[in-house]
């Protein structure tokens, strides 16, 4: 697949998909085949900075102490600090709520044990425990204005026990080619993160949010449904009901 490929199925997506009152999000989908999901070497699990935003905000939270306090405040949609672990660590209904609402969390890292005891269960269990494929983990030194810019365009990876990847690599409106750049680094590193590339990748497709997926390299038009009309009941009185 190149990224020839990739622009003449963005354009075929746009002509024959719905115009919508809001703004789409372009969906990568990478089905895969003849792999053993059960064994860990075999399923893709990993982080990936896109080249371009996505168009849409990530939503970020810091778990810090004194050292990293100043510095998260004005980057981090949300700042847990080392005195309020515990009282967040007991409240499950505000951290699984906060969890939800929170792409990422960032960790600093000789607080991990702390971290650990109190958020591991529920962010474990989420999948939004901080990680350190994704330089989640930062010392007390970092620069956290660099690695908030990086988190904006960073994504998961993941087959998650299905032979499937399904990742928004963007809105509909930040360019068509920002939307190939951005498909054609998840799609690498997917060929060259199973055992045998190209042979366990049965076909990439590409769709909108309300819309068909589209075979990457197919001709065919996507088929856009007209709304169907509701058929209307007469009653008994001659009286219409729909």
């Known amino acids: 697949m190149d990224k020839n490929e990739v622009l003449k199925a963005l354009e075929l997506l746009h002509k024959s998909s719905k115009k919508r009152n809001f703004k789409q999000t372009i969906d990568l989908i990478i089905n895969l085949k003849e792999l053993d ?10 982080f990936v900075v896109l080249p371009y935003d996505r168009g849409k905000e990530s939503k970020l939270g810091a778990l810090v102490g004194n050292e990293l306090i100043s510095k998260a405040k004005g980057v981090f949609d949300e700042i847990i600090q080392q005195k309020d672990f515990a009282t967040l660590g007991k409240d499950k209904k505000k951290l699984k709520k906060l969890a939800k609402k929170t792409d990422f969390f960032i960790a600093q890292a000789n607080l991990m044990p702390q971290i650990a005891a109190n958020f591991g269960r529920i962010l474990g269990s989420m999948g939004k425990m901080p990680n350190p494929k994704a330089g989640c983990v930062v010392a007390p030194i970092a620069d956290l204005k660099v690695l908030n810019e990086k988190l904006k365009k960073t994504v998961k990876v993941q087959t998650k026990n299905e032979p ?6 963007g809105l ?4 068509d080619d920002k939307l190939a750049e951005n498909i054609m680094v998840v799609y690498n590193l997917v060929l060259h993160s199973v055992p045998q590339e190209i042979q366990n990748i049965r076909n990439v497709m590409i769709k909108n949010t309300m819309g068909k997926p589209l075979v990457i390299g197919s001709k065919e038009e996507v088929k856009v449904e007209e709304p169907k009309e509701k058929k209307k009941k007469v009653k008994k009185n001659g009286k219409e009901k729909v």
């Not at 509909?172 to 360019?175: A, F, L, P, R, V």
Request: aromatic share 0%; hydrophobic share 35%; net charge negative.
């Open 172 to 175: 509909e409106d930040i360019g």
């Open 37 to 46: 999901l059960k064994k860990p070497e075999e399923n893709v699990n990993t």
């Open 164 to 169: 499937i990847i399904k990742i928004g690599v």
